[in-house]
């Protein structure tokens, strides 16, 4: 029995965890869900967004399914995804993106995969106000934290047989931090021989992706480069609806789509499954449950190549339940 902490989280997030939570019990791989609540929806019971108990249960249980926070922007109480990666040391977010036929998008047969730095770089957040009229914000870039995200990258493309890890910078700018990423990229990739390495620079990459994406394979990147580029690579292949992640450290591992709360569909169950389902495919890998992983993904597929039971961003009226009883009727 693997006990796994669940965090519905706010807006759309009930709707798609209740949908991915059904797909997972008809796999019959045995979960015990710690349910927790996390996030704007915890703050009238528990007086925050990360109640204590919530990362408590992540330390005992080691593994989590997490559906999108609301942060407010601006001003409010900061990122609980960003505290989460940071406390838990979750170091590495990793995001595939396929295609899947059925779905539109602007090309067919891509699949990349992101490897994102998640602890470090201008996202740490170290920020003030000089004086009233300028700002500052220090980017954060270690070896360690260099190495062990480049270690990560070379080490999935080893294990799942990819040809060619690139690293993407802007080294020729920032020659201190981004230069100390690059160098140390470099460093890693003379130990794996049979990886093809190559950089590119972060704009140079956006076009690229756009105009060649079948010319890359795993890409790795500090933390902003990682965010932006893994929202791009989710709109090359059919949008956020259906771009899973998850946040891999040594020691515990969080699965979450990329998408956030769409709060404007909260509680209608009209928000597309896929996203949190794909990420559960990668927590079921994450355990060794491979057969599980591939039922569910190769049902879904399927359910999404017919077109008949889908949600409205695929181009069908199905609700976020629908879709996921005709995912279960195609594992029979
Ligand atoms: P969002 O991803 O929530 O929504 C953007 C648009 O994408 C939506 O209006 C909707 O049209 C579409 N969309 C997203 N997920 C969908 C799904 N499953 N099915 C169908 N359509 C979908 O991004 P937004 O509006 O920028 O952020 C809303 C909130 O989510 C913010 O508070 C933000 O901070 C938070 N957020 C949380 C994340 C997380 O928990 N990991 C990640 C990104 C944003």
Redesign the pocket.
């Known amino acids: 029995m693997y006990k796994i902490t669940l965090l519905p ?4 997030g009930p709707d ?1 965890t209740a949908a991915t939570k059904r797909i997972l019990a008809a796999t019959g791989v045995p979960i015990e869900w710690d349910e927790q609540i996390a996030g704007e929806c915890a703050i009238p019971e528990f007086g925050t967004p990360l109640p204590e108990q919530v990362l408590q249960s992540i330390r005992k249980n080691k593994i989590a399914l997490k559906g ?6 601006g001003g409010g109480f900061r ?1 609980i ?1 960003v505290a989460l990666r940071k406390q838990l040391d979750l170091f590495a977010n990793l995001r595939p993106a396929r295609t899947y036929p059925g779905i539109r998008s602007r090309y067919e047969d891509i699949d990349l995969v992101i490897v994102r730095e998640n602890t470090e770089d201008l996202y740490a957040g170290v920020e003030h106000m000089v004086g009233e009229d300028a700002a500052e914000s220090i980017k954060i870039i270690t070896r360690k934290g260099s190495e062990r995200i480049c270690r990560f990258a070379f080490e999935y493309a080893a294990k799942n047989n990819r040809r060619k890890v690139t690293a993407v910078h802007k080294a020729n700018i920032m020659k201190c931090t981004d230069g100390l990423f690059l160098s140390v990229a470099t460093e890693v990739a003379r130990d794996y021989p049979n990886i093809e390495f190559e950089d590119r620079i972060v704009d140079n990459m956006c076009m690229q992706l756009v105009q060649k994406p079948e010319n890359y394979d795993v890409l790795v990147a500090p933390n902003l480069y990682g965010d932006i580029i893994s929202d791009l690579c989710a709109g090359l292949v059919g ?3 259906v771009a899973p992640g998850a946040n891999v450290g040594t020691d515990y591992a969080v699965f ?10 909260a509680g209608q169950d009209i ?5 949190l389902v794909l990420s559960s495919v990668l927590m079921l890998r994450y355990l060794g449950e491979d057969a599980a992983a591939d039922q569910v993904e190769n049902a879904l597929a399927t359910v999404i190549a017919e077109g008949k039971t889908v ?3 695929l181009g069908g009226s199905a609700k976020g339940m629908e879709m996921a009883e005709a995912v279960i009727a195609k594992m029979a």
């Open positions: 989280g706010d807006g759309i798609i999108p926070l609301t942060t407010p922007i990122s995804n949008g956020l609806g979450e789509p990329v998408h956030g709360s769409a709060p404007k569909y928000a597309n499954p896929t996203a949600t409205y961003d």
